[in-house]
């Protein structure tokens, strides 16, 4: 079969790899009828993420059809449409019992990203992100192998097209565990920092739940344009601001907003020194988005993470989150639990995920979908893949 594999730092190509094959009774074999370039795929791209391997698989967001299942499978059968969890749990140990599905205490061989383990079991395994999280082959393919069938695959209405239930994988579930970690309600207000698919999706979320007020931070003027356009969003450039929090603080009568979501991560734009020292591996993450969040979320709010980190990060400002009295919400999505609600939302109309694919192409362009969404060119908000 074809799939897009990692070759280096920028370097992704498709090629012909052997095909997978049912190893376990609850895995299912599926053909991939969608998948999506993620934000976080960007950090492998880079290079960024240790633990890559020439001819890893790469691809954590896809569906398709369920082509062989193992005699364990009991929730799905072949021939099911289904869209895949990027987490993947077992759904019977400690955390998924509590449906903590992303620290999932047995399905990852890897060691995780956590510095300062103290010997604690490393989070669950996730589809095409390194040896840390398992190792496991993505779903930028043809065709994957999918383990632990029986708790995460979700089958959809045909009703619903690929492009409708797509991002119930990974983008929207995250969006919405932002949202729902930051407590937005009716009325409230909130400051999401990116205007990624991640960034977007959250914006949605946020105005479904009823946020009154969302401002959205970001430097790329096409994305700005879109949230404001789509969701309402009050844009604010740092490219041309760059104290973001101070304008929020000012509009928001000195008080500042209820909520703000990180949905940058690590490799937010930082300062000289931030840049230098990431480069020189002295730090592992800039802290300029996580700096603004703290800055601009009134006393007693929520600061809510849904942007990667890894390693530590300098001018942490926790004096000023713990003057504030900040509540800090943040990790990896329990995709699982929040499926079902999400394919309802969209069901129902409250939700269009679609409208942010600016981009759909074959996996035959993988590599070329990669360069366009990574350097930001032709307005490009999120790319899909379709195997030939």
């Known amino acids: 079969m074809k799939a897009l594999t990692w070759q280096g ?36 791209y880079r ?3 240790p633990g890559m391997n020439d001819g890893d698989i790469l691809g954590h967001e896809f569906m ?16 099911d449409r289904v869209v895949i969890p990027f987490v993947i749990a077992c759904g019977q140990c400690f955390h998924c019992q509590l449906a ?32 840390l999280y398992g190792g496991v082959p993505g779903g930028q393919a043809e065709y994957v192998r999918v383990p632990k069938a029986n708790v995460g695959p979700i089958a959809v209405p045909d009703a619903l097209p690929d492009d409708q239930v797509l991002f119930l994988s990974d983008i929207l579930p995250t969006g919405y565990q932002a949202a729902v970690d930051a407590g937005v309600g009716e009325g409230s207000t909130v400051a999401i920092f990116g205007a990624g698919p991640v960034g977007l999706m959250a914006a949605a979320c946020c105005r479904m739940l009823g946020a009154s007020t969302i401002y959205m931070v970001d430097h790329h003027p096409y994305r700005l344009e879109f949230a404001r356009r789509t969701y309402g969003a009050v844009p604010i450039d740092f490219d041309e601001n760059d104290d973001p929090a101070q304008t929020i603080v000012e509009q928001t009568r000195g008080r500042g907003v209820d909520a703000s979501i990180d949905a940058v991560g690590f490799e937010a734009k930082g300062s000289a020194v931030e840049t230098v020292m990431t480069n020189l ?20 709010g929520t600061v809510s993470v849904p942007g990667v980190y890894a390693g530590f990060i300098h001018a942490f400002m926790f004096g000023d989150a713990f003057d504030k009295g900040l ?15 999400l394919l309802e939302h969209i069901g129902e109309g409250r939700l269009d995920p679609a ?25 490009c908000r999120k790319v899909v893949l379709t195997p030939d």
């Open 355 to 379: 409208v942010i694919i600016s981009h759909r192409m074959k996996l035959a362009e993988a590599a070329e979908g990669y360069r366009i969404f990574d350097q930001k060119e032709q307005d």
């Open 47 to 49: 290079g960024k993420i």
């Open 327 to 341: 509540t800090f919400k943040m990790g990896q999505t329990h995709v699982q639990k929040y499926m079902p609600e």
């Open 100 to 131: 903590e599905y992303s620290a999932c205490e047995t399905t990852n061989t890897g060691a995780g990203a956590a510095m300062n383990r103290k010997g604690m079991k490393p989070p669950a395994a996730l589809f095409g992100y390194s040896a």
């Open 9 to 44: 730092t920028h370097d992704v190509r498709v090629e012909e790899v052997p095909d997978p094959v049912l190893q376990e009774e609850d895995d299912i074999l599926l053909r991939v009828t969608a998948t999506a370039i993620c934000g976080s795929d960007l950090h492998l």
């Open 64 to 79: 398709g059809v369920v082509e062989e299942a193992g005699a364990g499978v009991t929730r799905i059968r072949r021939g």
């Open 281 to 300: 591996k002295l730090e592992g993450s800039s802290g300029k988005a996580l700096r603004q969040c703290i800055a601009a979320t009134r006393r007693c």
